[in-house]
T-cell receptor
Framework: DTAVSQTPKYLVTQMGNDKSIKCEQN?????MYWYKQDSKKFLKIMFS???????INETVPNRFSPKSPDKAHLNLHINSLELGDSAVYFC??????????????FGQGTRLTVV | QKEVEQNSGPLSVPEGAIASLNCTYS??????FFWYRQYSGKSPELIMF????GDKEDGRFTAQLNKASQYVSLLIRDSQPSDSATYLC?????????FGTGTSLTVIP
């Protein structure tokens, strides 16, 4: 039973389209994240949600909109896709409060390719 | 300046040798430090975390933390070809995790 699951695993789409990536965790965690990993393997935080509330919104184009219908789900919607959006997007979750040693658990990633 | 800096490598070591991976961080308020391993096409998985100055050992892995120098390292003893992966260093303050760019390690049989 996968702890953090994302769908789809692969997503190929044309420039200008709108797409969504879904994430669900069954760990009972209160905090969920979206990370973007570029070709150089840099994992950049995009958003952090705690119990459905936005905590972190790094410098991300407003074409990216996270939505958390409940604390077990954090979806990512992307409007007007651009070539530079091509990357692997990881969802993650962690326990709250974030005490020392609290780790982040990652989903399997969604490889987005914009053509 | 990134929160966490790592030498991207690639780092190559022969099988059986010690691999040494290094990382520096900028936020002195960071509370915990993590080493994740990421195989190609897979998600990061936790190897170890450390939060006190000094060494922490787990099997073939030893994490080292020096808060005064804002430096974290990971030693892998008796390196195996299966250790070939990208190793990501992360710092955390509460629930906020910041990752380095990762160091690519290749263990040569």
């Amino acid at each position: 039973d996968t702890a953090v699951s994302q769908t789809p695993k692969y997503l190929v789409t044309q420039m200008g389209n709108d797409k969504s990536i879904k994430c669900e965790q069954n760990l009972g965690h209160d905090t969920m994240y979206w990370y973007k990993q570029d070709s150089k393997k840099f994992l950049k935080i995009m958003f952090s949600y705690n119990n459905k509330e936005l905590i972190i919104n790094e410098t991300v184009p407003n074409r990216f909109s996270p939505k958390s219908p409940d604390k077990a789900h954090l979806n990512l919607h992307i409007n007007s896709l651009e070539l530079g959006d091509s990357a692997v997007y990881f969802c993650a979750s962690s326990q709250d409060p974030g005490g020392i040693g609290t780790e982040a658990f990652f989903g399997q990633g969604t490889r987005l390719t914009v053509v | 300046q990134k929160e966490v800096e790592q030498n991207s490598g690639p780092l190559s070591v022969p099988e059986g040798a010690i691999a040494s991976l290094n990382c520096t961080y900028s936020d002195r308020g960071s509370q915990s430090f993590f080493w994740y391993r990421q195989y190609s096409g897979k998600s990061p998985e936790l190897i170890m975390f450390i939060y006190s100055n000094g060494d922490k050992e787990d099997g073939r892995f030893t994490a080292q933390l020096n808060k005064a120098s804002q430096y974290v390292s990971l030693l892998i003893r008796d390196s195996q070809p299966s250790d070939s992966a990208t190793y990501l260093c992360a710092s955390a303050r509460g629930n906020q995790f910041y990752f380095g760019t990762g160091t690519s390690l290749t263990v040569i049989p």
